[in-house]
């Protein structure tokens, strides 16, 4: 009798470490909105957000006419089992910087969370060059 408890309780702990090693091997390393989401996939998403009005940037909401996206950003925090999804996207037409003299934005980037929403916009700045004569 004794042997059998034995046996069952062993399948029973491997069962159980088994289990949880398959849960770990299935987990991605992405966000489920975008898992396997060729670039172009996730600029489509992030341009559904920017005609909800989404991308907004001081006083003005941007939209696609605004911008040019040009590049799909996965960042990795160490501590965090997914990526945060980023567009970088030029502006065809620079924006001034509110109280900034010979300073204008010419890029921004946006965060999307795993519904496609804008969570986070970044402004890109430039210095305008002065040319003394």
């Known amino acids: 009798m004794n042997g059998r408890y034995l046996a069952t309780l062993t399948l029973v702990i491997l069962m159980a470490g088994c289990t949880h090693g398959a849960h770990v091997a299935q987990q991605h390393p992405f966000p489920e909105a975008y898992s396997g989401a060729h670039p172009r996939a996730v600029v489509d998403v992030y341009l559904a957000a920017v005609d909800r ?11 696609r006419a605004m ?9 990795f925090e160490l501590d965090a089992p997914t990526a945060t999804v980023k567009v970088y996207s ?19 980037s946006a965060t999307l969370d795993p ?11 430039w210095q305008q060059q002065r040319i003394d004569c």
């Open 90 to 108: 030029e502006l065809r037409r620079p924006i001034a910087v509110p109280n900034q003299a010979n300073c204008e934005i010419r890029a921004v």
């Open 67 to 75: 911008i040019n996206p040009t590049r799909v950003e996965y960042a």
């Open 53 to 63: 009005g989404e991308l907004r940037l001081f006083s003005h909401t941007l939209d």
């Open 115 to 125: 519904d496609g929403n804008i969570i986070e916009t970044e402004a890109h700045i």
